[in-house]
T-cell receptor
Framework: GQQVQQSPASLVLQEGENAELQCNFS?????LQWFYQHPGGRLVSLFY???GTKHTGRLTSTTVTNERRSSLHISSSQTTDSGTYFC?????????????FGQGTSLSVVP | EAAVTQSPRSKVAVTGGKVTLSCHQT?????MYWYRQDTGHGLRLIHY???????EKGDIPDGYKASRPSQENFSLILELASLSQTAVYFC??????????????FGSGTRLTVL
């Protein structure tokens, strides 16, 4: 089946440092997404990024589909960035989503 | 802001008992999903639905049933709860209308503990 591998599993940053989270997947499936899970549990979508580079605020996602990898760059980290980051690929060929999630990267940003 | 509401927020159930988790969305989305998250892991798809009165099996449907009585409501039913079903359950919705709308909107989750 589809596999999604994330690295590192966990990361501790000093506030202000940058982070690079990696996601490797086993197929050339498109519709890759990045999600953020708050420490309290709520999940929010960060990027829908099947290919190329997208930016929002201090976050940048770059997906290279033919190399089966995506990265999430966090610049100038803040304590509020703490939480778990998931990438997921979508196996569905139609309009609904059948996501396969990686195991996540747990990020802790300390003052 | 799209809204997906789950109830209850947490529940303790006994082994062999029946559990119903409820999800309500006000997004007018056609697609709804139930995911399960185990501690330290990502989410896994249990059931999903793209229209009322119809549900589809996801990757781990065994031991779960789903019900979509209306566009807004999607329930997950554990007829005979087991210890292995202790997890956090997330409901989500999407409209699936195109790449810009691939975003899933998640509820806050239901923490289920089976004793």
């Amino acid at each position: 089946g589809q596999q999604v591998q994330q690295s590192p599993a966990s990361l501790v940053l000093q506030e202000g440092e940058n982070a690079e989270l990696q996601c490797n997947f086993s197929s050339t499936a498109t519709r890759l997404q990045w999600f953020y899970q708050h420490p309290g549990g709520r999940l929010v979508s960060l990027f829908y990024n099947p290919s190329g580079t997208k930016h929002t605020g201090r976050l940048t996602s770059t997906t290279v589909t033919n190399e089966r990898r995506s990265s999430l760059h966090i610049s100038s980290s803040q304590t509020t960035d703490s939480g778990t980051y998931f990438c997921a690929i979508d196996r569905a060929s139609s309009s609904f989503s059948k996501l396969v999630f990686g195991q996540g990267t747990s990020l802790s940003v300390v003052p | 802001e799209a809204a997906v509401t789950q109830s209850p927020r947490s529940k303790v159930a006994v082994t062999g008992g029946k559990v119903t988790l409820s999800c309500h969305q006000t997004n007018n989305h056609d697609y709804m999903y139930w995911y399960r998250q185990d501690t330290g892991h990502g989410l896994r798809l249990i059931h999903y639905s793209y229209v009322a009165d119809s549900t589809e099996k996801g990757d781990i449907p065994d031991g779960y049933k789903a019900s979509r009585p209306s566009q807004e409501n999607f329930s997950l039913i554990l007829e005979l709860a087991s210890l292995s079903q202790t997890a956090v359950y997330f409901c989500a919705s999407s409209d699936g209308l195109g790449s810009s709308a691939e975003t899933l909107y998640f509820g806050s989750g239901t923490r289920l503990t089976v004793l």
